[in-house]
């Protein structure tokens, strides 16, 4: 009993300190509002949560009552003894209590209020300035949000309307008109001022970024007078056409005789007799060499069949002098009537010869290289082949269409001269940037040309260019609305295409390092129309699927889209340095006369002077080049829109198992290699490709991670070397008609003319080690993937 009476006595002094602090409080005037019970109240009500939350265990000792504080804090003794005072003593929990439970026991006695008039005012204008300030915020927000619009975002990924809105801006009197406004502007000896009209051209369209890059390259050009072919027993001089030689002024300065060359061919006069090699194969070689010793003769080559370069190449090592090259009527287009026209080759396999490698930039070292080749070599007609053969004239109009050959009996000999001269020029290449909303450090680079040598080629480089600059206008038409690709498209106008790809080769070495990491993919417009029967799409295979899908997706003329015909085979243009040096997935749509399988491969080496009416007459109304601009625009707005790059991993394992079935030189080990790189493939589709594609599942680190494993599928199948004409990239083949590695090709026959197998055993490691390194690549991503989800866990 006698503690519970001190229990009680100690409660009742602890609840009268309490009464007078709350008392002095009130009368030192801290807040005018203090003075009101009910506003008091109405304050203490808000902190009933904070009550609760102090009346937690652990607290007690944390926790003073405001009010004491308060008062405390005006005290001039430092020395006063701050007795903590528990949760349940604050007045504020009280009163909430008192409300809620009228039983609740304390000496606190709320006064009633002194004026309800004046607390309603008071509330009232509490009120109306909270209301106030937030009108004011507002308005505020509303026109800062006005004065600073956030950032365009991206469109959603493959959506159809964007595409659809984007393509339909392309039209075909709109490509015709860019196109005869190009045939129109007056050239002259370089390409110079009409990079200029171009840039001025994609700078209207609303293209901001449109740069001029210039390099100063060696170029190898006609001579002064015609290159001539004499025969020797009876005096007769021709050119290259087939024309007999003649001293007037105006024959020996015409274009179509003066462009009858081979770039970067060797210079001077070689007189020898002429071998039938036909279209110089491994067996062709061997046949001749049988029957005659070859050493600085001059060779009589079919074009066809394989790349030039590499023709060239097997008869500069078995010891030809020189070589003539023609095309036979039997393997040409029935439609063309190319059968007595010469025309021009380049020897060059890409870039600037006297810069190998490296950019002719200022200050770099220029090398000693004028000829590329220790053969005189001369493209010549149809016509002064027959000639040369000696085949009737009767005969030869008679059966257009039998295979030229030199007979056995009776030996030609012949006087080749060869003239043409090598001189430092400036070519110019325009290069338009349209900056990408999400990931401007990756490129999707289209690429087209302007370089054309007096007419050589046709009227390619302005189909080329009109495609690419149709396509730009309606890209930017959507830019106007507020549109932007998630990645960087560079719109790219190349010069010196028809002497090696000079333009394209400079520009890329000279930004290797740069491309090597942000290049997604290329696109080819090098000669969309070259015929009007056949759609010709070539893809590498990681785009096969793409391409296929495009053409189904948006085909004008249903009769001229007969099946998904996407191959990987080499083509022609500036995208070999992008296939060959840096590893990019290319692909490219063109129109073409008939179908591949019907004509030798590697005919369209041979750049014959074409009327500048051909194109129109092939493709009077230009439905073609707007088929192909829209094919083109739809592959390139998946690649540069989707979150996941469009490319298939499986189709590429799938062509590498396809390259070694039936091939004699199939050893287990690269079956085996081949094998493993299918299933990791195969893993890599299905556990990482198909789940990014689910926008559920699609974190923005994830997709980064997956679009740069995606983006080096193919860099791992680059040979360190391959041989001339040939594609370092063995994914692409050498024709339809092929199947197999054209380098495991290339090494079989070498083996057949040198009865040694030391090539094959080396090509077959390379290919070997190609395929394990892509399998090692592809395992790669896989594990970072992983990693990265048991990190997260």
């Known amino acids: 009993m006698h503690s519970d009476g001190s229990l009680l006595l100690l409660l009742s002094d602890k609840k009268m300190a309490y009464h007078k602090v709350n008392a002095d409080q009130r009368a030192q005037g801290h807040s005018p509002y203090l003075d009101n019970d009910e506003l008091q109240a109405t304050a203490l009500d808000l902190e009933w949560d904070m009550e609760k939350e102090l009346e937690e265990p652990g607290f007690d000792h944390f926790r003073l009552d405001s ?19 528990q949760p349940s003593s604050s007045p504020k929990g009280r009163f909430q209590r008192l409300q809620e439970d009228p039983d609740y026991i304390s000496h606190y006695t709320r006064q009633a209020p002194k004026s309800n008039r004046c607390s309603f005012f008071r509330i009232l204008k509490v009120f109306c300035t909270a209301l106030i300030l937030f009108i004011f915020g507002v308005v505020i927000g509303y026109y800062a949000r006005k004065k600073c619009p956030s950032p ?22 709109n490509i015709q008109r860019i196109y005869r406004d190009l045939l129109e502007f007056p050239r002259g000896d370089d390409d110079a001022d009409l990079a200029v009209k ?11 970024d449109v740069r001029l890059v210039n390099y100063s390259v060696l170029l190898d050009l006609p001579g002064p007078a015609s290159n001539t072919v004499t025969l020797q027993s009876s005096g007769e001089c021709f050119y ?17 005789l003066l462009y009858s060359y081979a770039a970067y061919s060797a210079k001077g006069t070689l007189e020898a007799e ?9 067996e062709d070689l061997i046949r001749v060499q049988a029957i005659t010793n070859v050493t600085k003769k001059i060779a009589l080559l079919k074009l066809g069949q394989s790349p030039l370069l590499y023709k060239l190449s ?64 001369q493209p010549i007609s149809a016509l002064l082949a027959r000639k040369l053969v000696s085949i009737p004239e009767d005969t030869a109009q008679r059966d257009r269409c039998t295979p030229l050959h030199l007979p056995a009996a009776g030996k030609k000999t012949i006087s080749l001269t060869i003239q043409s001269v090598t001189t430092f020029k400036t070519i110019s290449n325009v290069i338009g940037y349209l900056k990408g909303a999400v990931f401007p450090d990756r490129y999707v680079i289209i690429g087209s040309h302007h370089s054309s040598l007096q007419g050589y080629g046709g009227q390619g480089w302005a189909s080329s260019t009109a495609v690419t600059t149709a396509l730009l206008q309606a890209l930017m038409a959507e830019v106007r609305r507020g549109w932007r690709p998630d990645r960087t498209l560079l719109f790219c106008s190349w010069g010196g295409t028809a002497l090696g790809n000079v333009g394209s080769y400079e520009w890329a070495e000279d930004l290797s390092s740069v491309l090597q990491r942000n290049v997604v993919a290329y696109i080819s417009l090098h000669n969309p129309v070259t015929g009007n029967s056949t759609l010709r799409p070539v893809a590498s295979p990681s ?51 008939i179908k591949a399988s019907e004509n030798p491969s590697f005919l369209s080496e041979a750049l014959f002077p074409v009327p500048a009416t051909k194109t129109e007459e092939l493709d009077p109304s230009f439905s073609l080049h707007e088929t192909i601009a829209k094919l083109t625009g739809q592959v390139t707005l998946q690649i540069a829109t989707a979150p996941v790059l469009p490319f298939n991993a499986l189709d590429i394992a799938l062509e590498v198992q396809n390259s070694l079935k039936g091939d004699e030189a199939g050893v287990p080990q690269l079956l085996a290699v081949a094998s493993r790189l299918r299933d990791t493939a195969e893993l890599f589709q299905s556990d990482e490709m198909r789940p990014a594609n689910d926008p559920q599942e699609r974190a923005p680190v994830r997709v980064r991670m997956l679009n740069d494993v995606l983006q080096g599928l193919e860099k791992s199948f680059l040979l360190q070397q391959a041989p001339p004409g040939l594609y370092r990239n063995i994914l692409y083949r050498l024709d339809d008609r092929t199947s197999q590695f054209s380098v495991l090709l290339e090494a079989l026959e070498h083996c057949k003319l040198h009865q040694s197998n030391e090539t094959v055993q080396a090509v077959l490691s390379e290919v070997l080690n190609s395929i394990n390194s892509a399998q090692v690549y592809f395992k790669a991503g896989l594990d970072v993937f992983e990693t990265a989800l048991a990190g997260k866990k």
């Open 67 to 85: 009010a004491a504080q308060h008062h405390l804090g005006n005290s001039q003794s430092p020395d006063l003894d701050l007795e903590p005072i």
């Open 152 to 173: 365009p975002t991206s469109q959603e990924p493959n959506n159809p309307q964007i595409y659809h809105e984007i393509l339909k801006e392309i039209k075909a009197e």
């Open 198 to 208: 171009i840039q001025g051209q994609w700078r209207s369209q609303g293209l901001e």
């Open 240 to 256: 290259p056409s087939g024309q007999q030689c003649s001293t007037d002024p105006k024959t020996l300065h015409s274009p179509d």
């Open 274 to 282: 002429l071998v039938d090699v036909q279209y110089g194969t491994m």
């Open 314 to 377: 097997l008869l500069e090592g078995a010891g030809f002098g020189g070589v003539l090259v023609y095309t036979d009527p039997c393997d040409l287009p029935k439609t063309a009537d190319l059968a007595d026209k010469a025309f021009m080759v380049s020897l060059n396999s890409g870039g600037d010869p006297s810069t190998p490698g490296y950019a002719s930039i200022d200050g770099s070292y220029r090398q000693n290289r004028l000829n590329l080749t220790t053969l005189l070599v």
């Open 543 to 593: 785009l096969q699927q793409l391409a296929a899908e495009s053409q189904s997706f948006n085909c004008v003329e249903k009769a001229r889209c007969p099946g998904y015909n996407v191959s990987s085979v080499q083509i022609q243009g500036d995208a070999d340095y992008f296939i060959n040096h840096l590893g990019v997935p290319a692909t490219q749509f063109s129109y073409e006369d």
